[in-house]
């Protein structure tokens, strides 16, 4: 019969527990890295050096093992010796105005370009209405005004002398110019023209038809004139607005001069300055508002001014960018509108950068799962990535849902390390699922739930609560409290030999342990106080286990804890909720009768068992089968369930108690209820590891330490989870007083021998199992079920002959 484990196999202390090598974190140095996560640095390094395409990052990892914080200070690390990316503008696009044109500009000089062209817009709002009211422009339109008005009076008047040499005058009335026939200077009337000789009238009528002609061509010349007059009037603005364009632009070509780019775009501006100073004259137009606000130039001359896009004048090495809401428009911007008139307008001045823009020539870090649950912001970024290359997008122009005038600027290069940071679940669906994805992200970083517990990693674990304080600025920590926090590192990884990577809640049980500190006037943070903590946090989340713990103290619920019982037997179960996780007892009961070799998991028959659940059901059927009927029928039915359960049942950690209890009833033994029992079994009857096994033996000691102690109680586990065991201090204190005990076992056999008291009985040489052992009373039973079920074949065949005899 297997022993009780020692005290010292249920609690593994801290290496360095008993002879600290220092006193206090104070004398420890800082830890450059993670403890544990060699393998994901070396793979983030690896990302972050290789140029090639398509080797981005994926970090998979359970939040709060410092995936984050590991991944941004090596980003930070590569970007600062990498040279700053340039800078992006967006400018007028004069021949396509629907077309924006991206210009690239060194950085720090996006800025100043900028300021260059909004000094140039407000210089020649004052340069070019005074160059128009000079003397030199009044006396040069004033020519041109004289010279055409000379050349039509001198058409008119010649017209008005070849009449007047006919006796015909040419008049100026307010309807036009007319022709009338004329007498000693006085124009005749209509009975006087009649008194004249019919030849006299006729040839006035001649001259005056011919004159009418001349007149006529000199009219339809006049609208020649006047195009002729307005293009050297154009022409005139153009030499005049040339004189104050050139000297402003000529100074901006000179400072530009080494950019092709912003050179064409000045010579673009400088063109359509003299083609457009007419506007320059006119009375300035109120610039719109947005959100209330005027923007600062009217919209005439918006045109001229420059969209910083991407600005990195302040930029040190390569940028890093972290969005924290990585929508569609975030990632690869967006192009604005604003109501003008009763409509929504835009032009290139309303576009603005996303977080691509921002990172490109540097690197983007993204939390998958936000990414993911942004509308069409995975698809945008995966676009932008195949094509090396960004352009502002709105989703209402894509999902043709607006009508409002659309913008397409010219795409912008993009060359940018994309991190992205999720849990394992993320990229295994995107791995199975997005044929892209293993394209795009050739490089995952995996990071460690948990590293190997040596005296090594101690005192790594000791430097990095050390390097913990001093960051958080907390009180130094005592080497007694350090060696308290690395044994709950092992409790929270649920193993002895293990220390949980969870930084996040290391980091939070050393801050709610220096506030007791700090409450208590303490210099430093002690054993006592991280104690506390862990106690504190129990009894704050433990209203549920309470309650639980009452209904079974009250008798609501049926668990006994001593006395004998058969075919009973206690089972552990395990509640998770949320950041709680606690054990209970669960009472399993079976039944057995004569049958036909079926084992029924009631839970499974109403649909309340899990899959596992009735996976271990059938291994256990397996297993009785194989065992004590493998050479003749197994004539019974038995029933299993978990009693007073109302919820799912799940997990094959109770199929060596459901075993125990099923062997009681064939056996017909009784199962001492001081005893609970958790494992799973294989065909071959041998115990295997379960989970939360520390949450499983509290769980029954609450119950027996609160109903009163006997020295009998305890807890049977497979002996594979014995390494596992980080108990509290109460329950090994028991253990050590021989009040409570804890057993390892390694097959059902064992298991069944603490539970009955009765040995289990292994077969001999020849396969006799001893009379009066617990597989000898099984076999026994099976046989006489098999004996009974051939016996009532045999008279059921019997009956039918003699029934099919009396018909014949």
């Known amino acids: 019969m297997p022993s009780p484990l020692d005290p010292q196999q249920l609690y593994t202390p801290c290496a360095f527990a008993s002879s600290p090598p220092f006193a206090s974190t104070e004398e420890l140095e800082d830890l450059p890295h993670i403890p544990g996560q060699t393998r994901a640095a070396e793979a983030v390094a690896l990302a972050l050096a290789m140029a090639a395409e398509g080797f981005?990052?994926?970090?998979m990892g359970p939040p709060g093992t410092g995936r984050r914080s590991l991944v941004l200070d090596m980003v930070a690390q590569a970007a600062a010796g990498r040279p700053v990316p340039p800078d992006w503008v967006y400018v007028h696009n004069f021949a396509q105005p629907h077309k924006p044109r991206a210009i690239q500009l060194p950085a720090g000089r996006g800025r100043v370009f900028k300021a260059d062209m909004q000094r140039l817009v407000e210089d020649l709002l004052a340069a070019i209405p005074a160059i128009f009211e000079s003397d030199e422009y009044r006396n040069r339109l004033e020519e041109i005004e004289q010279e055409f008005a000379e050349r039509e009076h001198a058409a008119f008047r010649a017209v008005g002398e070849q009449a007047e040499r006919e006796g015909i005058a040419l008049l100026r009335t307010p309807g036009g110019f007319g022709l009338a026939p004329v007498r000693d200077g006085e124009v005749l009337g209509p009975e006087e023209f009649d008194k004249l000789p019919e030849h006299e009238k006729a040839r006035i009528r001649a001259a005056i038809e011919r004159l009418h002609g001349e007149l006529h061509k000199v009219i339809r010349q006049a609208p020649q004139w006047l195009r002729e007059k307005r293009e050297r009037v154009r022409e005139l603005n153009r030499e005049f607005s040339r004189l104050a364009v050139e000297h402003q632009i000529g100074e901006l070509k000179d400072k530009y001069r080494d950019l092709p780019a912003v050179l064409a775009h000045l010579q673009a501006v400088e063109q359509d300055l003299i083609d457009s100073a007419e506007e320059f004259r006119k009375p300035a137009e109120a610039p719109p508002q947005v959100l209330g606000l005027p923007l600062a130039v009217a919209p005439a001359f918006r045109r001229y001014q420059v969209n910083l896009l991407v600005d990195h004048g302040d930029t040190r090495g390569a940028p890093v960018v972290e969005p924290d809401h990585p929508n569609h428009a975030a990632l690869v911007g967006r192009?604005?509108?604003i109501e003008h008139l009763g409509a929504l307008v835009t032009d290139f001045s309303l576009i603005k950068a996303g977080a691509l823009h921002q990172a490109s020539g540097g690197f983007l870090v993204l939390d998958a799962h936000r990414l993911l649950t942004q509308p069409y912001a995975w698809e945008g970024l995966k676009r932008a990535l195949r094509a090396r290359r960004v352009r502002p997008d709105s989703l209402a122009q894509l999902l043709s849902l607006a009508s409002t005038i659309a913008l397409e600027p010219e795409p912008i290069p993009l060359e940018v390390k994309v991190v992205l940071v999720g849990e394992r679940l993320l990229y295994y669906l995107l791995a199975e699922f997005d044929p892209d994805f293993p394209e795009l992200f050739k490089v995952v970083a995996d990071f460690e739930d948990e590293l190997p517990r040596t005296p090594q990693s101690a005192f790594e674990y000791a430097r990095l609560i050390a390097t913990l304080a001093r960051r958080e600025r907390l009180l130094p920590f005592a080497a007694e409290a350090?060696?308290?926090?690395?044994?709950?590192?092992?409790?929270?990884?649920?193993?002895?030999?293990?220390l949980s990577t969870h930084i996040e809640g290391l980091l939070d049980l050393m801050r709610e342990a220096?506030?007791?500190?700090?409450?208590?006037?303490?210099?430093?943070?002690t054993r006592a106080q991280v104690q506390a903590v862990v106690a504190a946090r129990e009894r704050r989340s433990g209203r549920l286990r309470e309650r639980v713990q009452d209904g079974i103290l009250r008798g609501t619920v049926h668990i006994e804890t001593s006395g004998q019982m058969t075919g009973q037997v206690n089972g552990l179960s395990v509640i998770d909720l949320g950041t709680t996780r606690f054990a209970h007892p669960t009472r399993i009961t079976a039944n057995v009768r004569l049958g036909e070799g079926e084992v029924i998991d009631i839970h499974r028959e109403v649909e309340l068992g899990g899959a596992i659940h009735s996976k271990g059901v059938m291994i256990l059927a397996s297993f009785l089968a194989t065992r004590y009927a493998s050479s003749l029928p197994l004539s019974l039915t038995a029933a299993l369930t978990f009693e007073q359960t109302y919820g799912q049942v799940e997990g094959d950690s109770a199929s060596m108690a459901e075993l125990c209890a099923l062997l009681s009833a064939l056996a017909l033994l009784p199962i001492k209820q001081a005893l609970a029992v958790t494992g799973s079994v294989d065909q071959h009857g041998h115990a295997q590891a379960i989970g939360a096994v520390n949450e499983k033996i509290e769980g029954f000691y609450d119950i027996c330490a609160r109903r009163g102690l006997t020295g009998e109680q305890g807890v049977i586990i497979p002996a594979t989870n014995v390494k596992h065991l980080m108990l509290r201090e109460d329950v090994v204190a028991a253990c050590a007083a021989g009040r409570f005990?804890?057993?390892?076992?390694?097959?059902?056999?064992?298991?069944i021998e603490l539970l009955t008291g009765v040995p289990a009985g292994a077969p001999d040489d020849q396969g006799v199992v001893p009379e009066g052992t617990v597989n000898y009373r099984v076999a026994a039973r099976l046989i006489e079920f098999s004996s009974l079920r051939q016996a009532y074949a045999g008279h059921g065949e019997g009956k039918a002959r003699r029934r099919n005899r009396g018909r014949t």
């Open 514 to 525: 220096d506030f007791l500190a700090r409450q208590a006037g303490e210099p430093r943070v």
């Open 741 to 751: 005990h804890v057993w390892p076992v390694r097959h059902v056999d064992e298991a």
């Open 335 to 337: 192009v604005e509108h």
């Open 482 to 498: 350090c060696a308290r926090l690395e044994e709950q590192a092992a409790r929270a990884a649920g193993d002895a030999e293990r």
């Open 56 to 59: 981005n990052l994926f970090v």
